[in-house]
């Protein structure tokens, strides 16, 4: 178990990180605050001229257990204000993954402990700079730890395994012609349009035995001249499915829609995948090494088998494009509420010391440790 030492340093990094949160592929000070930390440890880093995060070493040979560790922060507006707000759980989690760091320095084993601190999960673009930037090469294992809400986990209790869906996030655009307030024949309604489209994606029909929803979730058109009609509009375009056939399946009749609204009318529609993240793919090998590590910290009777959700991660892109890799997410129960991405979330702190010695019961299980 970590030290009280320990506990009382991932608290203050905590606090500090959540103070100063940084929004996706703008982590900058967040970057260099973890590297600030990391070095005096031992650990050797590694950081890039064109990306934030970093990742970083400590032993050496194999095996290479990686921990990630996302670092961004979502842009929203909090009690009338907009800010960063790491109201998704990124500043606890890079907490409980330096906790690990300093637990581990303090340790002789063999094997290389590698802490991936990756940029822009909100984006679903971070994993694959990771990727391209050598992060998992020759990595045998990788694990993440991700805070959970109330309704999923509570306090006390974790998951070696959390079941994502898969998700994709649509830019969409509207171009036609404006028109004057009493003369709407002349032109098309973006605003209209997209009213239209809301309706029909809610009509989609798939697979209820699998869960999924598509929904808008930005519209924009107009500007401050309220007798024209706007012909040109933007709108934005949440689809979610539990598994990649099924989103597949989703965003082909999404297009259909598209289509059928487009060939009515004389605006054109367009729009382009901003982020496509994949459903999780399960390794039983990960998922046995984590049940150990929850186990070791919690007991038995604390260990949820398996936790399915039809949130999403970009963590999952680890695993697609390094298919030999064994890799699985934690889930940590902290009484969340009143729920992920909500601008006031809150959760037990003390879950902060939990996730630690869950991360680090789990890579002793993995690195030969020299008592």
């Not at 907009?82 to 581990?104: K, R």
């Not at 094997?111 to 694959?128: C, H, M, N, V, Y």
């Amino acid at each position: 178990m970590i030290t009280p030492e320990i506990t009382k340093e991932i608290l203050e990094h905590y606090h500090y990180l959540h103070n100063h949160a940084e929004v996706s592929w703008k982590e900058t000070h967040t970057t260099e605050y973890i590297k600030s930390i990391l070095l005096p440890l031992g650990f050797s880093i590694k950081d890039f001229d064109d990306s934030t995060g970093l990742f970083a070493d400590l032993g050496n040979g194999n095996p290479i257990v990686a921990i990630r560790a996302d670092i961004d922060a979502l842009w929203q507006e909090v009690d009338g204000q907009f800010t960063a707000n790491h109201s998704c759980g990124h500043d606890a989690h890079m907490s409980i993954v330096i906790g690990l760091a300093y637990t581990m320095s303090k340790k002789k084993f063999n094997g290389t402990l590698r802490l991936i601190f990756q940029p822009a999960e909100e984006k679903g673009e971070g994993a694959l700079k990771m990727v391209e930037k050598g992060a998992v090469d020759n990595v045998d294992y990788l694990f993440g730890i991700h805070l959970r809400p109330i309704q999923e986990i509570p306090f006390g209790k974790a998951s070696p395994v959390i079941v994502h869906g898969a998700g994709s996030i649509i830019d969409g655009y509207i171009k036609g012609g404006d028109c004057h307030g009493a003369r709407p024949h002349l032109g098309s309604n973006a605003i209209e349009l997209m009213s239209s489209l809301n309706e029909q994606i809610a009509k989609i029909h798939i697979d209820p035995q699998v869960p999924s929803s598509i929904k808008m979730t930005y519209i924009q058109a107009g500007g401050d001249s309220r007798n024209v009609i706007p012909g040109n509009g933007k709108f934005g375009i949440d689809a979610r499915a539990q598994d990649n056939e099924t989103i597949k399946e989703l965003l082909l009749k999404f297009r259909k829609v598209v289509d059928s609204i487009q060939a009515a009318t004389d605006s054109e529609i367009s729009f382009s995948i901003r982020s496509d993240m994949p459903a999780a793919i399960q390794n039983e090998v990960a998922i046995r090494h984590a049940s150990n590590g929850i186990i070791k910290t919690l007991g038995n009777e604390n260990i949820v088998p398996t936790l399915i959700t039809s949130g999403g991660d970009d963590f999952h892109f680890y695993t697609i494009k390094r298919p030999d890799l064994k890799a699985t997410m934690i889930g940590l129960g902290c009484d969340l509420s009143p729920g992920l991405h909500h601008p006031n979330m809150r959760f037990n702190l003390d879950a902060l010391q939990i996730g630690t010695n869950i991360l680090v019961n789990t890579v002793e299980d993995l690195l030969d440790i020299v008592r």
